[in-house]
């Protein structure tokens, strides 16, 4: 690939540009699937080869380039980021890493030369936070492998050209073993193709088929990755790349939701007055513009640290912060767009009300949002057990994502917190964690050449939303729900005197 990567870069931004605003017709509103010209078009221009090595025709597999094109794209189209995001991150790059020789050489000119799509099949109908424990299973057979389970949720369901299929190896006639083993499987040949047997109607994302699908087929075999340590390992290396490219995915949506939004009030008049001129919509578009910069601080640090070069199964803190934090202030920009749109916001043609339900997911899958903010606070108590201080002010400062913010937040974060804090409190202990090092990370940027009234902007608007967060970790309640039984008083009415 000889040409550069910014003039490849402005071509595909312009067709991009071109085509998404050719999108907004009415006919088009409740299209599910992708659009075939949005597919032609964008196939075209091969954006599969960022995320394939060199050594196969493509541009390298390089973290800044892929994290530049997902931006691009959800710049235009959050759903076509996404499916860019599952292809890149969820099969091609693990296809480098991990894929027998033979095998690359079969499918990666598949990606380069017929646009070719894959996705990854790890969600089963009673497994999905608890992934491990799925039940799809794998037994050898005289050729390869015959796999069989029933998989949910999976992006592109019954459009993928290829799948990264997850399976447990069968122990016994019951039992399966512990580890989770990766097959690629080959659409195209009969045997290998997973069958969706029933279509969902996705709330969002409409450009993305999603189903249950039966597995009942055989791969070759050298179609199974070879893990390095263990299959798990594998898994947890691949979910936390593809955790760290939420953020090429964040940023360019942050960015469109800020455009609308000064677009928009600019453009209104309510009460004789510019929409723009109210405080309470400045609050509201320096904070989009903040969480734009503290996004952007996100790409610039998964750039330097999520190449395929790189073994991130142990960063697990880092990935998880970029999932939960990424996914919380995108969902957020898409409320607050549609907070100051009003009432045209609120249709499924708006990009703001689409918004919304097109990046809600984002807290669910690949572990939901209230699951690892507690893992996040999980890893942080490790640290403060291993240097015994329960400071939290203190542990900051000797931790290094956070180290260079403990000053800043010094005066309110000099209390001791329980190791044994209920689970909710982790929670909230988690988001504090998350913002934190995202504000390191946004540091470190300024420290780069970043516009430093931009990132003085990111820290004062994040650290008041710390300290509203703090506030609420420090609170006491342990509410839980009441069963409701007959003798309560449930009724308001029987409570109005006369
Ligand atoms: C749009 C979309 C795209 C997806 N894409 C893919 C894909 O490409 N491939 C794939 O394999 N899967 C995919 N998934 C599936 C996704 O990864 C799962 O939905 C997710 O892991 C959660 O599993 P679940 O839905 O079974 O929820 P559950 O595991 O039932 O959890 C539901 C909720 O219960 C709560 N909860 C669960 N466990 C705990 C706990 N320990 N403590 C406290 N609260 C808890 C959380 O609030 C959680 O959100 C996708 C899902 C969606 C919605």
């Given amino acids: ?74 710049y235009e189209s959050l759903p076509l980021s996404l499916i860019l995001g599952i292809n890149g991150a969820l099969f091609l790059e693990p296809l480098a890493k991990y894929g027998e020789e033979k095998l690359k050489n079969e499918t990666f000119p598949s990606f380069l030369n017929n646009s070719s799509l894959g996705g990854l099949m790890i969600t089963e109908p009673g497994y999905g936070t608890d992934a491990l424990a799925m039940k799809t299973s794998w037994e050898k057979s005289r050729s390869g492998y015959t796999i069989e389970g029933e998989k949910h949720w999976a992006g592109l369901s019954g459009r993928a050209d290829y799948w990264l299929m997850t399976a447990r190896e069968k122990k016994g006639s019951d039992e399966l073993k512990r580890d989770i083993d990766f097959f690629i499987c080959d659409s ?44 798990i390992r594998l898994m947890q290396d691949l979910l936390h790349r593809s955790r760290m490219r939420f953020s090429g995915m964040a940023t360019g949506f942050i960015h ?63 990935a998880n912060v970029h999932k939960t934090v990424l996914s919380d202030m995108m969902q957020n920009a898409s409320q ?32 939901s949002n209230d699951v690892i903010y507690q893992q996040v606070a999980d890893q942080f108590l490790k640290h403060m057990a291993l240097i015994k201080n329960f400071n939290l002010s203190e542990a900051l400062a000797s931790h290094p994502l956070t180290s ?16 044994d804090m209920v689970q909710r409190k982790k929670v909230d ?34 650290t008041e939303r710390i300290q509203a967060l703090l506030g609420s970790f420090q609170g006491g309640n342990k509410a839980c729900y009441i069963p409701i039984e007959s003798g309560n008083n449930v009724f308001w009415r029987e409570t109005v005197q006369s």
């Fill in 1 to 74: 690939m000889s040409e550069l990567f910014s003039d490849y870069l402005k071509k595909y931004q312009k067709v991009l540009k071109n085509l998404f605003s050719q999108q907004n017709l009415p006919s088009e509103e409740l299209q599910r699937g992708i659009p075939e010209k949005v597919l032609d078009q964008i196939t075209a221009l091969n954006p599969s080869a960022v995320s394939i090595p060199q050594a196969y025709g493509g541009r390298g597999s390089h973290p800044a380039e892929i994290l530049s094109l997902l931006e691009s794209t959800s």
């Fill in 188 to 231: 195209s040949d009969p045997r290998q193709f997973v069958k969706p047997v029933e279509e969902f109607s996705n709330l969002g994302l409409y450009m993305i088929p999603y189903a249950r699908n039966r597995v009942d087929i055989e791969v070759p075999s050298h179609h199974r990755l070879i893990p390095g340590k263990s299959g």
């Fill in 256 to 318: 469109r939701m800020l455009d609308e939004a000064v677009s928009h009030t600019r453009q209104r008049v309510v009460s004789g007055k510019s929409l723009f001129s109210y405080d309470q919509v400045q609050k509201r578009l320096s904070e989009l513009q903040a969480d734009f910069t503290i996004s952007s601080a996100f790409c610039r640090h998964a750039a330097g640290i999520s190449s395929i070069d790189h073994d991130l199964s142990g960063k697990s803190l880092e």
């Fill in 336 to 367: 607050s767009l549609l907070q100051l749109v009003g009432a045209k916001g609120y249709k499924l043609s708006h990009i703001a009300g689409r918004s919304v339900v097109d990046s809600r997911p984002f807290q669910i899958f690949e572990g």
């Fill in 404 to 419: 260079r913010m403990a000053e800043r937040f010094k005066k309110i974060t000099s209390f001791s917190v329980s190791p």
């Fill in 429 to 462: 202990f988690g988001r504090i964690l998350g913002r934190i090092t995202g504000l390191e990370w946004t540091l470190e940027m300024g420290q780069g050449g970043y516009d430093p009234a931009l990132i003085n902007q990111a820290l004062e608007s994040m």
